[in-house]
């Protein structure tokens, strides 16, 4: 029980975060306010893509970034500035690392959310069940937080850290062809789909909205789920050497 008591006192500290809540919510509904007006009357023609298809690419992309709150907690609370405080206090490491990666995976999934029931009012974007969104948006965001929780163990100097998740946050969107079409390669093929997760959570949406596509959308939270397993490993292996 005292991971979920943790897990709620985080969960006041991330809305009090009014900085991150502009970039990863306000920036993104801006984005995608302008690019729906934009793309809507000129769905369906050549090289432009369908604004269901940019709404969603654009929404699991930022929520890629959904990371850096963990990113940040860590490196404040374990690793500098209130390293000491915290291991003063009667509480297992382990048990506080798991509330801020359980709470940030809930408060991004929130924000996830937000952007999807804004488009849907607003532009009348079809997202299936809601149900089914939702789950993917939680797997998703878990991976994330699993990503940048191996960055932050893994790389010494958090500055850097943080630069090598907006190079990998940005180029997975680059690479699932949205922003420009990708040369006609088998690598960047299977970049475009399953070698990218923005693209298998794009998979897993769109995919079970199509006849047949299931077993794609199935597969596509099966493949985000194993990426974030062997990070969660990687990172169990990492914070025992690091946070002991």
């Not at 991971?3 to 809305?15: A, K």
């Not at 939680?138 to 998740?165: C, P």
């Amino acid at each position: 029980m005292l991971v979920f008591r943790m897990t709620y006192f985080s969960l006041l500290r991330l809305i009090r975060e009014p900085i991150g809540q502009l970039l990863l919510v306000g920036l993104p509904l801006v984005v995608i306010t302008v690019l729906g007006v934009v793309i809507g009357p000129y769905e369906g023609m050549k090289g432009v893509p369908p604004l269901e298809l940019m709404a969603v690419t654009t929404i699991m992309g930022v929520q890629f970034f959904g990371g850096t709150y963990l990113m940040s907690y860590l490196d404040i609370d374990l690793l500098k500035t209130r390293k000491w405080r915290i291991y003063s206090l009667p509480i297992n490491v382990a048990v506080y690392s798991s509330s801020l990666i359980l709470a940030c995976t809930l408060f991004s999934t929130l924000q996830g959310l937000v952007l999807v029931l804004f488009t849907t009012w607003v532009f009348g974007i079809t997202w299936g069940s809601l149900g089914w969104v939702l789950l993917v948006l939680i797997i998703y965001s878990f991976f994330a937080q699993s990503v940048h929780l191996l960055l932050t163990l893994s790389i010494h100097n958090i500055k850097l850290a943080e630069r090598v998740s907006e190079v990998l946050g940005i180029g997975f969107i680059i690479l699932t062809g949205l922003m420009f079409p990708l040369p006609d390669h088998r690598f960047f093929e299977f970049m475009s789909s399953y070698g990218n997760p923005v693209s298998l959570g794009k998979m897993a949406v769109l995919e079970m909205l199509v006849d047949g596509g299931q077993d794609k959308a199935y597969l596509s939270i099966l493949l985000l789920l194993a990426l974030t397993v062997i990070c969660m490993m990687i990172s169990a292996w990492l914070g025992r050497r690091k946070l002991a």
